[in-house]
């Protein structure tokens, strides 16, 4: 079996790789973000919109569609990244701090005239809290 290569896009951080080798190995990672690039996110037969999100139907199940795995049917897709897909948790953000009444530029930002935090607010900080927005 001879090699080639090819450039192909990160699908987790759309950097251009260039010059991957074909057939792409299972361990193959970016070198900018350090993603698996043998997923099913990175192949031409993915498609979102499916419910098993694989185009080939002779493909078996992969659960995680963002790590490493051993699909015979892999090919991959050179530009797989969807900036749409990356704002996503952007969206979920915006959507939460809206429906607690902020702005994101302001999102747990203390107001200056702060007021004992009411139980509400306790709540809304700990959320921050468990989902990283210290």
Same mark, same amino acid.
């Given at each position: 079996?001879?090699?080639?290569?090819? /450039?192909?896009?990160?699908? #987790?951080? &759309?950097?251009? =790789? +260039?010059?991957? =080798?074909?057939?792409?190995? *299972?361990? %193959?990672?970016?070198?900018?973000?350090?993603?698996?690039? #043998?997923?099913?996110?990175?192949?031409?037969?993915?498609?979102?919109? =499916?419910?098993?999100?694989?185009? %080939?139907?002779?493909? /078996?199940?992969?659960?995680?569609? %963002?790590?490493?795995?051993?699909?015979?049917?892999?090919?991959?897709?050179?530009?797989?990244?969807?900036? @749409? &897909?990356?704002?996503?948790?952007?969206? +979920?953000?915006?959507?939460?701090?809206? @429906?607690?009444?902020?702005?994101?530029?302001?999102?747990? %930002?203390?107001?200056?005239? +702060?007021?004992?935090?009411?139980?509400? /607010?306790?709540? @809304?900080?700990?959320?921050? *809290?468990?989902?990283?927005?210290?």
């Amino acid at each position: 079996m001879s090699s080639r290569s090819i /450039d192909i896009q990160c699908w #987790h951080c &759309g950097v251009t =790789l +260039a010059g991957v =080798l074909l057939p792409l190995s *299972r361990f %193959e990672e970016c070198s900018s973000c350090n993603s698996d690039l #043998h997923t099913c996110r990175a192949c031409k037969f993915y498609s979102a919109t =499916l419910t098993s999100t694989c185009n %080939e139907d002779r493909a /078996d199940f992969v659960l995680e569609k %963002e790590k490493a795995n051993f699909c015979d049917f892999f090919t991959p897709n050179p530009s797989p990244f969807n900036e @749409l &897909g990356k704002t996503k948790q952007e969206d +979920a953000r915006a959507k939460l701090a809206e @429906l607690f009444g902020e702005t994101e530029e302001n999102a747990g %930002e203390p107001s200056p005239t +702060a007021k004992p935090l009411s139980e509400a /607010d306790k709540a @809304l900080a700990e959320l921050k *809290r468990l989902f990283g927005d210290d």
